[in-house]
């Protein structure tokens, strides 16, 4: 084209003919390249003048002359090159494919949508929600591969929500928030999290502040119960967390552990905490050892003086190495100086004053004391910090009509209080390691006697608490009804009433007591003497523990057989007018009460009205309906490392089996070989024995551990040793092919990118993840 056409007005807007010249222009010069050759020379350079006159009037905005230059060129390209132009298929799948392209680099670089699939976010994250995740934020991740270009981009920090393959199956895409980095340390101890980051001493407990807030279900529409909303810190960055609140026994799950994040990982928690399947959830299936089946409670109690033992895992870790296990088992030893008990004695049938006065005798260096005396004198209580704990124990102890302080046999306090409204006795003893002060086991009765006054009926064991951190074993006994024998006759007669003792004969038969025989004597003297035992007088016809007792009212005997029964016979004077007369009563009880007490239904013919004669008839005898009597004793043990041993497993090192075993002996200055064992090697320290050996037929090297409190020589820890290694000739005692072990951590190739908005609902549309 060599002159313009006239002017006129184009017959599309200005936009469609620019867009249709480009087009045109970019295809005739791509045919002009390529198909040159094939081109007739007269098309060929009329071509070339519409594709430089498309330059020339595009530039100008001749839009007129462009729309026919524009359909000059498409019949030129039509007649002469159509071998050379695309198809419509083709330049739609072209089309596609680009697009294709564009979306698949958006998607590994910039940004990608994802759907929250479960509740195991929230509150931060519903489930329903769409989010955007940045994928440029740690570097560029090559599709279908765990490979990321650009790391030195970004890392994920404490904090950050991340969306990763799941890495026990890579097919799923999981959404949760880092809580430690390699090399850190997180521990997790119920709704308690400490982080101790890579090269820190200390664990940092994360700050929990309770937000004012509701839980609510995964549709966000119904009030969740029993679950609270807290504000987490880490970092300097704060995010929403969630609890429930209920008892592990219905099923919420208390979370536990301690993990070390390796290089090139790091740990996730899910927001929802007790409901989420994060790092602290995770298993696989792998062929693991046991060292607890080669070791077993059972051979300690077998092969030790020691019977009760906790299992430990000291670098439990999560047990990351299946071919690896550590245990520790620490000895339950008992120990008697923290041993507490508590003795209730309920509207005792023999009084409370006898009765006080009885256990009072028993004390050592007795004396009557008051609380607010044994305030007073304590240091802690002048204390301005501690007035209110103060008025506490003396509000408590405010039903104390009488109470005496002494010693134990065994060492410690003891705390003895007679409480005259509520008819009761309550004793406590309390070891030296627990109350090394005269006021430490008067705050332990204020807080029995506390838990009393709001409930008499309580046994003994629900009003002691045990001293935290002590492991106790608890033993619980009562006086049953079946252990007292109580009956009363009365004699009719004009002019007495049926409570005039003189007129009445009262038979009590005590036998295997929880107090003892001597202490139910004891008591039964103070009553019966009105508190002054020296009054009465011995009856050696009855027996070496027998005593007479006279008084206005008439005599009483009281007697303690040879088997440990006590019999109180109180007979007035209508029918024992002197002494002689109660003997010759209680001499035949005493002499058949064997034969009778092995038959409870011949239980009454102890004593009968026809025993004591004419006009004579029993009294019926109102029956308990609560025991007199409960205690609680509570044996305390201590652990320590004096009282343990300690197991090491290795499967198949990889130097073999006598390297590995010479490596475990070379930490050691002092080592002699032990032929007892493969490759065997025993090492002594001033405060253990161990020994370090192979089992070849299985493969595992062994490293046992005894502290002298509880192997005291090498033939103890050789007998241990011995029993393992016996076990450990069959692989199927402590290997298991198909063990669950935890698998916590997420690898760095498998994080896909962090979650930066949410974009539906549209409600929450474009809010920002924290």
Not at 431 to 447: K, P, Q, S, T, Y
């Amino acid at each position: 084209m060599t002159q313009s056409e006239p002017e006129s007005r184009p017959k599309r807007p200005p936009r469609q003919i620019k867009a249709a010249a480009l087009i045109l222009d970019k295809e005739a010069r791509r045919i002009v390249r390529k198909f040159a050759a094939r081109l007739a020379p007269e098309p060929l350079e009329r071509i070339r003048a519409c594709v430089s006159a498309i330059e020339i009037q595009r530039r100008a905005r001749d839009w007129s002359a462009l729309e026919r230059t524009t359909e000059e060129l498409d019949e030129l390209l039509h007649q002469h090159a159509s071998f050379g132009r695309k198809s419509a298929l083709r330049e739609t799948l072209e089309n596609v494919s680009v697009a294709v392209l564009v979306a698949v680099a958006l998607r590994s670089c910039v940004y990608e949508p994802f759907k929250i699939p479960s509740g195991s976010m929230m509150p931060t994250l519903r489930a329903g929600d769409h989010i955007f995740v940045n994928k440029f934020t740690y570097g560029i991740q090559i599709p279908l591969t765990n490979t990321v270009v650009g790391q030195g981009i970004g890392e994920p920090e404490r904090g950050d929500v991340i969306v990763f393959r799941y890495p026990i199956d890579e097919s799923e895409d999981f959404i949760k928030r880092v809580m430690a980095l390699p090399g850190d340390t997180l521990k997790v101890d119920g709704n308690t999290v400490s982080i101790r980051r890579a090269g820190e001493a200390d664990f940092e407990r994360l700050t929990l502040t309770k937000v004012d807030e509701h839980c609510h279900d995964e549709g966000g529409t119904r009030i969740v119960s029993g679950c609270e909303v807290f504000e987490e810190s880490l970092d300097g960055r704060t995010h929403q967390v969630r609890y429930m609140t209920g008892d592990p026994r219905l099923g919420v799950q208390r979370r536990q552990g301690e993990w070390t994040v390796p290089e090139g990982h790091v740990l996730v928690m899910g927001d929802n905490r007790n409901q989420s399947h994060d790092s602290l959830a995770w298993t696989r299936q792998v062929e693991a050892v046991s060292a607890d089946s080669l070791l077993t409670i059972k051979d300690l109690r077998d092969l030790t003086a020691e019977r009760l033992f906790a299992l430990q895992r000291p670098e439990d870790g999560g047990r990351q190495d299946p071919a690896r296990d550590h245990i520790l088992y620490l000895a339950d030893h008992r120990s008697e100086p923290r041993d507490l008990s508590l003795e209730v004695w309920r509207d005792p049938t023999l009084g409370v004053a006898a009765v006080f006065a009885a256990n009072e005798a028993r004390l050592l260096d007795a004396r009557r004391v008051t609380v607010t005396e044994l305030l007073d004198a304590s240091s802690r209580y002048g204390r301005a910090s501690n007035l209110e704990r103060r008025a506490q124990i003396l509000q408590d102890t405010a039903p104390i009509d009488a109470l005496s302080l002494g010693r134990g046999e065994g060492g410690g306090w003891q705390a003895l209080a007679q409480l005259g409204d509520s008819k009761a006795i309550l004793q406590l003893r309390c070891g030296e390691a627990v109350c090394r002060e005269d006021v430490e086991v008067i705050e332990r009765l204020a807080a029995a006697m506390e838990r009393f006054q709001h409930n008499h009926d309580q046994d003994a064991n629900q009003l002691l608490e045990g001293e935290k951190g002590i492991r106790y074993t608890n033993h619980w006994t009562s006086r049953s009804s079946d252990r007292l024998i109580d009956r009363i006759f009365i004699k009719a007669k004009a002019g007495v009433t049926n409570d005039d003792p003189a007129a009445r004969v009262r038979l009590r038969v005590w036998r295997d007591t929880d107090e003892g025989a001597a202490f139910v004597r004891s008591a039964a003297l103070h009553a019966l003497t009105r508190g002054a035992p020296e009054r009465a007088i011995a009856a050696p016809d009855l027996g070496s523990e027998a005593w007479i007792i006279s008084d206005e009212r008439g005599s009483s005997v009281i007697v303690e057989d040879p088997a440990g029964v006590v019999f109180v016979l109180e007979c007035g004077r209508q029918r024992c007018p002197n002494v002689t007369d109660a003997q010759a009563v209680i001499a035949p009880i005493v002499a058949r009460t064997p034969e009778l007490l092995q038959d409870r239904r011949a239980i009454p013919e102890l004593l009968t009205a026809s025993d004591l004669g004419d006009g004579w008839r029993a009294q019926e005898v109102e029956p308990r309906t609560r025991h007199e009597y409960d205690r609680v004793w509570m044996e305390g043990t201590e652990r320590t490392q004096d009282r343990s041993a300690e197991l090491w497993l290795w499967l198949r090192p990889a130097d073999g089996l006598e390297t590995a075993v010479a490596a475990l002996a070379a930490v050691y200055p002092l080592v002699e070989a032990d032929p007892r064992l493969p490759f065997g090697q025993y090492a002594a320290l001033d405060d253990r024995h161990t020994l370090m050996f192979a089992v070849p037929s299985s493969e595992v090297v062994v490293q046992l551990e005894c502290r002298r409190g509880l192997c005291a020589d090498r033939e103890a820890v050789n007998a241990l040793a011995q029993r393992i290694a016996d076990k450990a000739q069959d692989p199927s005692n402590f290997i298991d092919p198909n063990a669950e072990r935890p698998s916590p951590f997420v690898p760095r190739g498998h994080i896909k990118g962090r979650a930066d908005r949410i974009w539906l609902p549209l409600r929450r549309f474009w809010l920002p993840i924290r």
